[in-house]
């Protein structure tokens, strides 16, 4: 399960990093970095990460996701 | 009597000698048939090839056919000489020969006095000439040289290249070898040294989904449906730190002091758990291997070789394949006796299918672009079960051999391995041991460990972090930035994140060189730090 961190408090914009809950790690949103490979490859299966706290998760964000990193290359397990 | 002697000639008799008389002319001996001299003439080698002479005699010491140059004077050599159908003596020769005492020939000065040599003059014109070729078949020897370049009249002081009597050698110009020098191995770590995650701990493989991580850049899994949970452990293991509490006793190779060990504590059989990985994996880089040309038809011929030990004996098996498991290629090695060091060698065929893609092939950028994955028991959807599709690359997605030993098969099986290497060629050589700094540095591409062990004054970050700029802003937020003592691969993912004020922390985010920590107080002027963490860009 992964959990978004929601927006920069002073610049608004989107932190570019989720956080992985199993162990807290932040996985930082870069197609190179084999741990957003796999949260692309989890995103892919249909699943959805929770929104950040005392937010709610923008309908479109797993579609806006997938349309930036959906073709990305995933490591094979 | 078969051949012709000339006629010019006639024998004589001279106490127990018999000589050809020159009395009768001043001409040359001339012989049409071969020649055989010595006490066993009448038995020469049988099936020479066109023999024109030869010297038969049996002794339990050398013989000899000799040329004896009686003189001492500056030009006086002792030679003996062949020539091709184009030879002269001015040129198109080659000459094998030892100098006077007295020797000293300007013509000549490659050698000294009482030197012997091999000297060779091509013919004019000759498509090829020039080179003196030194070669022995499989059973030659090999001796001190020296060689010279372009000229006899070269001073002594222009030897090309020299292998001198204490094995050292020695060379004027350049080296060029396919595998150079420095670097040539393509894996880091291949001696076992660094450990920054578990530090020598003994470190479980849970047995549930996704990749394990090792020690640095060798990666051990062991997950898949149908698995234990626990059935198997890693360890940085030392043979010579006595102290050390990962200390075993022939733990690791001569001229190696640690190695990684594998350990199983409940064996599970392969069979039935045909999705199943167990292996160590090392994982090359695209940029580290871009001159392999492997996936085209330039693709390199690489060896790899490596110390192993086992409790358990057999046929082992290796899978290599590119990254994204669409080439692979699965060869095997024996380990014949149990707990003993055995070094194997692996030459691997460079892959000629494949390309250089990035979905199909062998990538030349910073993802992986080739996988060598130590079988311990792979699932058999990821096996070759046909020995006639060993070593040799085929399309798919294939990193062990179903009928090779498996360590994870047998509770208490064990499985050491250091000294691993990859280079390029088709002959392993000697381990290329890196400065232990410079070896972390590469590592640290990769994985870094941070920790503030040590530090009696700690690196805080205070709330606000910018109140004078942001001022309509809570001044609630710290920031620390650390940065990392290497670029990593890519941006790392952070983990692990402990000590100080990590159980406040509100996120950390990281690019390829640095990972900031962000902190939401609840006041401003308040201090935090982390104690450690782990920044991964592992492939």
Known sequence: ?77 | MSGTLNANYVQSDVGANLYFNTAVSSGPVIATVPVYTGAGAATPLGGATNPVSGGIQSANNYIQKYVYNTANGTYTSADFTAYPANGTDAAGWVDMGITSLAFNQYSYSVTGPNEGYILMSAPSGSNTSGNLVYATDATGNYNSHQWYVNGFTNAKANVAMTLDKNSNLKVAGTVSATNTFGFKNRLINGAMMIDQRANGANTSLNGSTGSQIGIDRFQCNNYGTGLTANSMYYQLMTSSNTAAPNYEVNSAPPGFSNSLKITCTNGQATSGLSAIRRNIEATLEGYVIADLGWGTANAKTCTLSFWAKSNQTGTFAIGIENYYGTTSYVTTYTISAANTWTYITLTIPGPTIGGQGTTTGFPTDNNGSAQIFWDLGQGSSISQSNSANLNTWLSGDYRGFTSAVHIGDTSGANFYITGVQFEVGPQATPFDWRPYGMELALCQRYTYVYNNTGLSDQTYAYSPYSPASYTSLPNSSASMPIYFPVTMRSAATISNVTGGSASSLNRQTASASQVVFQWSSTSSGSAYYVGSFIASAEI
């Open chain 1, 1 to 77: 399960m992964y959990q978004l961190y929601g927006k920069h408090e002073i610049t608004g914009q989107d932190i570019q990093a989720i956080k992985r809950l199993e162990d807290n790690a932040s996985v930082p949103f870069d197609h190179n970095n084999v741990d957003f490979q796999l949260f692309i490859k989890w995103l892919k299966e249909g699943n959805t990460p929770e929104p950040a706290a005392n937010t709610t998760l923008d309908s479109n964000w797993v579609s806006n996701m997938l349309s930036g990193y959906g073709s990305i290359n995933i490591k094979r397990l």
